[in-house]
């Protein structure tokens, strides 16, 4: 077989294939629809509001960002910290959005996007509990009622690390904060950001036993299915929305 001839099958046999295979970026296109799979229970990330199944917050604001950058709608596919990675495998969104923790068991699973903030766990408890909890050691205590959300890294946190403390796993992440303030626990650990959101909205009451000081090291990034394409442009839109100040501006806005 001449040489020539040779490439000329080769092409004939391996363009078509590959004509065939788009990305996911080219299929949201197509479809005119951005999926985007949210909890709904994170504020100031994702807020669900029950009465009429819509969604807003900081990440809310940016996937709208996100899909008009690509020119469709947006569909909302709401999820669970316990069935995320699940969802993920049965392809129900195409990005997941909300103040998602990038962790290895996760990254086994799909990619992650560049990070957009940097954060830790960090204890948040009644501000006249504010001096009694800011150690892991004086948390761990016996005498000590710790309360977590489930199926995420906080739950894992206090999994690893306390041992000696009653550790409550509370199922709705909307109402954890009130058990506190009721008295009904005593410090919730978390992320960060969260304890200065929950300080803001409950000043006086609610306070971060360890500002800006962490436990543990932690990045927050967008979910995405295992598409190399869909994720460049992602990774694309979102350094640019940093560099432009968006991120930064929906911090002031949601969280300080």
Not at 28 to 49: C, Q, S, W
Not at 80 to 101: Q, T, Y
Request: charged share 25%.
């Amino acid at each position: 077989m001449g040489f020539f001839r040779f490439v000329t099958l080769f092409l004939a046999l391996v363009l078509p294939a590959q004509a065939a295979e788009s990305s996911r970026l080219d299929q949201i296109i197509e479809k005119g629809i951005l999926r985007v799979g949210t909890t709904g229970d994170y504020p100031p990330f994702t807020i669900m509001d029950k009465t009429n199944n819509t969604y807003t917050g900081f990440h809310i604001d940016l996937a709208e960002n996100l899909a008009a950058s690509l020119g469709v709608k947006i569909e909302y596919v709401q999820t669970s910290w316990p069935n995320l990675l699940k969802d993920l495998e049965a392809d129900a969104f195409d990005i997941a959005m909300g103040g998602i923790s990038i962790t290895l068991d996760r990254q086994k699973k799909g990619f992650f996007s560049i990070p957009y903030a940097r954060d830790g766990k960090s204890p948040i408890a009644l501000c006249s509990n504010k001096e009694k909890f800011d150690t892991l050691e004086e948390i761990d205590q016996p005498n000590v009622k710790a309360i977590v959300n489930p199926g995420g890294t906080n739950e894992k946190f206090a999994k690893a690390n306390l041992t000696k403390a009653a550790v409550t796993v509370f199922p709705d992440n909307t109402k954890i904060f009130e058990e506190i303030i009721a008295g009904r626990a005593d410090v919730m650990i978390t992320d960060g950001i969260e304890t200065r959101y929950q300080q803001k909205i409950h000043p006086g009451i609610l306070c971060a036993t360890r500002p800006g000081q962490f436990f543990d090291f932690s990045e927050k990034a967008y979910l995405l299915p295992r598409d190399q394409v869909w994720k460049n442009y992602v990774d694309q839109w979102l350094h640019i929305k940093i560099e432009d100040g968006t991120i930064k501006g929906l911090y002031t806005k949601w969280v300080d």
